[in-house]
């Protein structure tokens, strides 16, 4: 084999190399996000669990403590709820976000986004 040929076939392979080596930072990558957000909904879940726990306490024993809890696990729903939010509005490819819109509308977006992708795949 001369020079330039395997000169060639090395460079190919380098190639097919450095892809591979993107596939699997990309497929890495993607697990990890996806772990990631199950842990999130998850915990999410679970915060809606106990905030319906708490309401119902609220309602049963109307006290400062049962307030004061009820309050802590929506603040912390809110927070969790707005991160998912962020992440819509990034994902969403909006270049504009005023603080007028609400992250319903971006949630909104993407949900609309995923079933026309849906139809198209179909």
């Known amino acids: ?18 892809l591979l080596s993107t596939l699997k930072i990309r497929y890495e990558t993607i697990t990890y996000s996806k772990r990631k957000a199950r842990i999130r909904g998850a915990n999410l879940s679970d915060l809606e669990t106990k905030i319906k726990e708490c ?28 991160y998912i939010a962020q992440g819509a509005i990034i994902h969403s490819r909006v270049n504009w976000y005023g603080k007028k819109k609400s992250n319903k509308h971006f949630l909104n977006l993407e949900n609309a986004k995923k079933k026309k992708k849906a139809v198209l795949e179909s």
């Open 1 to 18: 084999m001369t020079g330039w040929k395997m000169e060639k076939k090395f460079r190919t392979l380098g190639s097919f190399g450095t």
């Open 55 to 82: 309401t119902k306490k609220c309602d049963e024993q109307p006290n400062q403590e049962n307030s004061n809890d009820l309050e802590i696990l929506q603040t912390e729903y809110d927070r969790q709820y707005e």
